[in-house]
């Protein structure tokens, strides 16, 4: 039955998970041992009404089990009376206790393997390489975070406490018929085949039917988050229509999919129960005739007949179950899709090299690129490129827009491998080198700094958590954040939104500038970073940046004449290749 509702496949894709199951072992097996204890007294409760009906009514004392439990009592109805009640309220308090604390024990075991699943494909989502983020939007991944996940702990936590329960009880309820009567036992049975042939059909169609649900569903929520995150843009430009239209079409696509999974699902209950209707009709006919013909008694009729209504309370949470289970094998899929992806070869390497890693001097910040090719998919964009620069010199990349400069930038950060060719520093290649290396020699300031939701001393402290208060505040004074933060409530202290809301774009850069001082690198790459800004604000940023400049190798892409003037050698890229090293910032006036 368990394979027939659920599907191996659909178990086969949960199961990938079980590791995140070992740590709850006990916990497991606890559950499942409550949930044998609910079974007996469920199989207990029908029994105290045949001991009324035969012991008691028809005078015929029960054999058995029950026979021996009640042979002190015999031609004492109403003792035997007064015990059925009792017995009937011990049994019901029983199954209670059990019900509950099997709930909570299994339940609470899914809630927290999930909880561990999400803790680790966040984790990975960020190991995960720059040319994966590129091809998913944001909204889909936060899907496959949140709400994919959020599908598998449902999954799981039905296996626990539905699956797992229903067919130990089932099982039970078979067992203990055949036991009552091996001749009714087999006419029950009869309905099996009719539910596994039912079940594996509908299972195959509503597992097609909930992986197209995710996918609408994701999609929506790549569309919801990226209008959500233009939305200055989208007021700006009085674009509501265009997105609401864009955003009907995908729900459209997604209530198309919820409705054909909603008609399976209400097609699949009925007709599951109904093949286990079967075995009640004919347990009724045969049942009955053989208390008509007097080889059976009222009392044992009724046990079994209630058996077999108990029998449809599992039945009918496993067919649910088959709900429940093939959505969250699709959302596994969208969860194992990441966890599978293969990670950054720097950040496979580590181990190896971690040991020496104490004993490597600090970089001296030469760089150093050996015929670098590089393409976004199929379109390379970097052709190459052989540059050598030097420590402490200041090279500025100039040319059209389109021409590579960014992504010659985004190689010598390491968020991007070569295709080709190599990126080093001082000698060894990228590849080569840890993350956490990489990061000691080389930080970024990008075109607008992002911000995150916190303290401004918590954004500060971004490349360095561990950074004492006073190097905080040394950088903050040497950035200019200080200027600013002083004039705000709370200091360094004030929270600062989503993003940097509440923050100018010179502010926000001061604050990228600040976070490099921190890190201390001996490499700085400096992506536009005045772009955009007023000539204020481009003043005081421009004075942050001389202070972070000093002494360190500098690559900087920019068309601001206050920064070219602070380059020592320049390298002019087109189509992909850098096609000239000018030494001397006199040639590059325009
Ligand atoms: N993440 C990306 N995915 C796909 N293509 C990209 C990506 N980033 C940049 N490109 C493409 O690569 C080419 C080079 O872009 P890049 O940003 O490096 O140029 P650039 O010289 O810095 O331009 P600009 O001066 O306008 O900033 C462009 O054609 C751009 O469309």
């Not at 008694?297 to 429940?324: E, F, H, K, N």
């Not at 004993?359 to 964009?381: M, N, S």
Request: aromatic residues 4%; proline residues 5%.
């Amino acid at each position: 039955m368990r394979y027939a509702v659920a599907g191996p496949s659909l178990l086969a894709q949960l199961w990938r998970f079980r590791a995140y199951g070992r740590p709850h072992r006990r916990r497991l097996i606890g559950g499942i041992g409550l949930r044998v204890g609910e079974l007996a007294a469920d199989l207990a409760q029908p029994w105290p009404l045949a001991i009324v009906i035969d012991g008691v009514l028809r005078h015929r004392p029960p054999s058995g089990v029950v026979g021996a439990l009640t042979a002190p009592l015999p031609g004492r109805p109403l003792a035997l009376l007064v015990c059925a009640a009792l017995a009937a309220l011990v049994i019901a308090l029983f199954s209670g206790s059990f019900d509950y604390f099997g709930d909570r024990v299994m339940n609470s075991a899914g809630e927290r393997i999930t909880s561990e699943v999400r803790r680790d494909v966040f984790a990975v989502l960020q190991e995960l390489p720059m040319p994966f983020h590129d091809e998913h939007t944001v909204g889909e991944l936060t899907s496959r975070v949140v709400t994919d996940t959020d599908r598998i702990e449902d999954g799981l936590v039905d296996v626990f406490s539905t699956l797992v329960p229903g067919v130990i009880t089932l099982t039970g309820y078979a067992v203990a018929m055949l036991l009552v009567d091996w001749r009714l036992g087999l006419v029950a049975c009869v309905a099996a085949p009719v539910v596994f042939a039912t079940a594996t059909r509908y299972t195959r169609l509503t597992r097609e039917s909930s992986r197209q649900r995710r996918r609408a569903e994701g999609m929506l929520a790549g569309l919801t988050a990226e209008v959500l995150t233009g939305m200055r843009t989208v007021h700006a430009t009085g674009s509501q229509a265009v997105h609401s239209t864009r955003f009907a079409q995908r729900n459209t696509a997604t209530l198309h999919a919820g409705l054909r999974s909603v008609d399976l699902r209400a097609r699949f209950t009925p007709l599951l129960e109904g093949a286990a209707a079967v075995g009640t009709a004919a347990i009724l006919l045969v049942g009955g005739y053989g208390v008509l013909d007097g080889w059976w008694t009222v009392g044992l009729l009724v046990v079994v007949l209630a058996y077999l209504r108990d029998m449809l309370r599992p039945l009918r949470a496993l067919s649910r179950l088959s709900i429940t289970l093939t959505t969250a094998a699709a959302s596994a899929e969208r969860v194992s899709e990441i966890l599978d992806q293969p990670r950054r070869a720097a950040s496979r390497a580590p181990q190896a090299r971690s040991a020496l890693e104490p004993a490597e001097p600090p970089a001296t910040g030469r760089i150093t690129l050996r015929g670098v090719t590089f393409g976004y998919g199929d379109r390379t964009v970097v052709r190459d490129v052989d540059l050598e620069i030097g420590p402490g010199e200041r090279l500025v990349l100039q040319g059209p827009n389109g021409a590579g400069k960014s992504s010659l930038l985004a190689l010598l950060a390491g968020l991007y491998e070569p295709d080709r060719g190599q990126v080093c520093l001082d000698g060894v290649s990228f590849l080569d080198l840890t993350d956490a290396r990489r990061h000691r020699a080389v930080s970024v300031v990008l075109q607008d700094t992002f911000l995150f939701s916190g303290t401004l001393r918590e954004n500060l402290r971004l490349t360095r958590p561990d950074a004492s208060d006073s190097d905080v505040r040394r950088v903050a004074d040497a950035a200019m954040v200080s200027d600013f933060a002083t004039d705000l409530a709370q200091g360094l202290d004030a929270p600062i939104g989503e993003g940097g809301i509440g923050l100018s774009g010179g502010q926000r850069q001061r604050v990228g500038i600040a976070r490099a001082l921190l890190a201390d690198t001996p490499v700085v790459l400096l992506d536009e970073p005045t772009a955009g800004l007023d000539p204020d604000a481009e003043k005081a940023v421009v004075t942050a940046l001389e202070r972070l400049m000093v002494g360190r190798t500098v690559v900087m892409t920019t068309h601001r004449p206050e920064l070219l003037r602070l380059a020592t050698r320049h390298a002019v890229v087109r189509h992909g290749r850098v096609v000239e090293v000018t030494p001397k910032m006199q040639r590059l006036a325009p």
